[in-house]
């Protein structure tokens, strides 16, 4: 089993959202799911980036908004797992009301989804070699959740910094800051723009 201090995070974004692929060895998570229509910049940034297709084991969307998860169904299909928390599943039909035709966004099937409980998330990072946990933090959306590695990195997603509480909705948005950071969190990979300390 790779310690936290093994992993690989490589930023595969484009269209000023990053795209995060945290990997042990040949084992990898995507963290965050495309632009709609997009497969083929995703897929370019892998081969640039020289990360498999094939060792992308899961995904993960911090949140179903159109820029976060407009590929889940694509990935799906091309044998990438899907991870959908319990607070997730409810978020994702109505994801389709926010495109145009002209996005091409694939609809996610969510028949053969089972969601998962926070409580199982340590377990099912382990099994890719991922040491850490992902936790609800609503804010943005109630659907938002982040991706906390032992090493203390958090994939936030859209969580908005704290002295922006009010972007979001201002007291769940501190509440996960706190948890986030009485769990160890000391530097931010966010959905937009650098990396940063906490
Ligand atoms: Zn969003």
């Known amino acids: 089993m790779p310690s936290a ?6 930023n ?10 945290i990997g042990a060895g040949r084992s990898r998570l995507l ?9 083929g ?3 370019a940034q892998w081969r640039r980036m020289g990360v498999p297709l094939e060792e992308i084991r899961c995904g993960l969307a ?11 169904q694509e990935l799906k299909s091309a044998g990438v797992r899907l991870l959908v928390f319990e607070t997730q599943l409810p978020a994702i039909p109505s994801m389709k009301a926010f495109t145009k035709p002209q996005d091409r966004y694939t609809e996610i ?4 989804i089972d969601p998962l409980p926070f409580t199982e998330s340590r377990a099912i990072l382990r099994e890719i070699g991922i040491a850490g946990e992902i936790l ?8 938002s959740v982040s991706l906390l590695l032992d090493d203390g990195s958090a994939f936030t997603g859209d969580l908005p910094p704290e002295e922006f509480a009010e972007a979001g909705d201002p007291g769940l948005v501190r509440a996960g800051w706190r948890v986030l950071r009485g769990k160890g969190a ?6 937009h723009g650098p990396v940063r300390p906490i």
């Open 5 to 10: 201090m093994d992993l690989t995070v490589i």
């Open 12 to 21: 595969v974004g484009y269209r000023s959202t990053n795209y995060w692929v």
């Open 31 to 39: 963290f965050d799911l495309g632009g709609p229509g997009t497969m």
């Open 41 to 43: 910049m995703l897929r």
């Open 62 to 72: 911090s949140h179903y908004h159109i820029d976060h998860a407009g590929l889940a």
């Open 109 to 112: 099937d969510t028949s053969d």
């Open 136 to 143: 609800p933090t609503p804010g943005h959306s109630a659907d």
């Open 186 to 191: 000391r530097r931010v990979y966010p959905a």
